[in-house]
């Protein structure tokens, strides 16, 4: 089975801080996503990564960056944290957009 | 703005009903797909259709789609008090193969 893994749960982090989310998948998958999930919203798409170093933004990667250096991990990171980037982040992974995605566990990210 | 967008937002049923989840989407797709997210978890991905397909079976779900109306339903039947969740669509946009755009999600409740 298919497996992507989120380095973190839950995560506390303070405004103004640099914060690192990792994904790892465990199936050469060539495409990678992140997003984050609020209430009403659905999922929005921050940025998704289609081979290693490549990288294209979604719908909102104001506030966010990634990074793509190995096939298997895929990195978001909050450059200063802000309180409205207290949210659900979930990462996922595909061989292609033509099948389904894998997805993280997701990890609950409150700034404060 | 969201490509997708379910209806209804929230669902209510009594277990062995049938439950019927409809998305509607903007621009012209590749394929729809949908997914299942149990309370505070990742998503699971539960059926694809190519924009060529119009109808798809898989055990008790049942995926129609109808391009000319850029809209899509998930039937599921003989529900049972599992299938509480929520239900996502994500579409694969035609000028972008790489992007998977999610709706807002239809919450189901099945009660027992």
């Known amino acids: 089975d298919v497996k992507v893994t989120q380095s973190s749960r839950y995560l506390v982090k303070r405004t103004g801080e640099k914060v690192f989310l990792e994904c790892v998948q465990d199936?050469?998958?060539?495409?990678m996503f992140w997003y984050r999930q609020d209430p009403g919203l659905g999922l929005r798409l921050i940025y998704f990564?289609?081979?290693?170093?490549?990288?294209e933004k979604g719908d909102i990667p104001e506030g966010y960056s990634v990074s793509r250096e190995k096939k298997e991990r895929f990195s978001l990171i909050l450059e200063s944290a802000s309180t409205n980037q207290t949210s659900m982040y979930l990462c996922?992974?595909?061989?292609?957009?033509?099948?389904?995605?894998?997805f993280g566990q997701g990890t609950r990210l409150t700034v404060v | 703005s969201q490509q997708g967008e379910e209806d209804p937002q929230a669902l209510s049923i009594q277990e062995g009903e049938n439950a019927t989840m409809n998305c509607s989407y903007k621009?012209?797709?590749?394929?729809l797909q949908w997914y299942r997210q149990n309370s505070g978890r990742g998503l699971v991905h539960l059926i694809l259709?190519?924009?060529?397909?119009r109808e798809k079976h898989s055990g008790r779900l049942r995926v129609t789609l109808d391009t000319s109306k850029k809209s899509s339903s998930l039937l599921i039947t003989a529900s049972r008090a599992a299938d509480t969740a929520s239900y996502f669509c994500?579409?694969?946009?035609?000028?972008?193969?790489?992007?998977?755009?999610f709706g807002s999600g239809t919450r189901l409740l099945v009660r027992p």
């Open positions: 996922a992974s595909s061989l292609s957009v033509r099948v389904g995605a894998f």
């Open positions: 199936m050469d998958h060539e495409n």
């Open positions: 990564s289609y081979d290693v170093k490549m990288k």
């Open positions: 621009t012209s797709i590749n394929n």
């Open positions: 259709i190519r924009s060529n397909e």
């Open positions: 994500a579409t694969v946009l035609m000028d972008s193969s790489y992007k998977l755009i």
